[in-house]
């Protein structure tokens, strides 16, 4: 494939305001000219011509713009969920200081009023009845775990049923008996051992209610 002469008669001119190809010109490598031809093949070499540029700042210019439409393809994809979570992604932005919180208040013990109005400092500006609620699971899902599980039920029991049939048969007070069940390990609350102690001690009276 050599250049023959041919394609100097339709040399094409240099376009103003815009490219050559851009202007349907098209290049032979071979004879090393742009020409006006329609074919794919070049009129004077039969080289394939080009009908796109190829150097390298167009290269470049091409990348960057197909690396920013991947960009913004990509920026439309993360943004899709995003939107079509709505509000759910406020939700998750706002449970970070929540959570945090709740679970501070949880675990050292704080009054629900004292979480209130910890949890109403968030910027978030969470409503009084918001707050509410969610102090509330907390608390209940803290309270929850604690009361289900039979194995630490079980073994509170033997400590509690000791003391309490002690109780009974040494005739403790109610109080010496909520006392001494509060020692137990496992940090049984007044209001539980009262409950334990009331129970107690109305099952021993029932027989002797029955008896006489
Ligand atoms: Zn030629
Ligand atoms: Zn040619």
Redesign the pocket.
Known sequence: MT?????SRYKAQKPVGTGRYASGQRR?Q??E?FINWEGLW?P??GYRLRTKPRNLKYKAKLRARVEADAASLKAQTVEAPLVAAGTGAEAGASSDFVKTTLETAVSEGWTKTKTIEELRKSEERITIKKARELTKDAFDAKNAPVETPVKVAASSSDFVKTTLETAVSEGWTKTKTVEELRKSEERITIKKARDLVKEAFEAKSEPIAIKA
């Open positions: 250049c023959k002469g041919i394609c032979c071979i004879c000219i070049c004077c070499c």
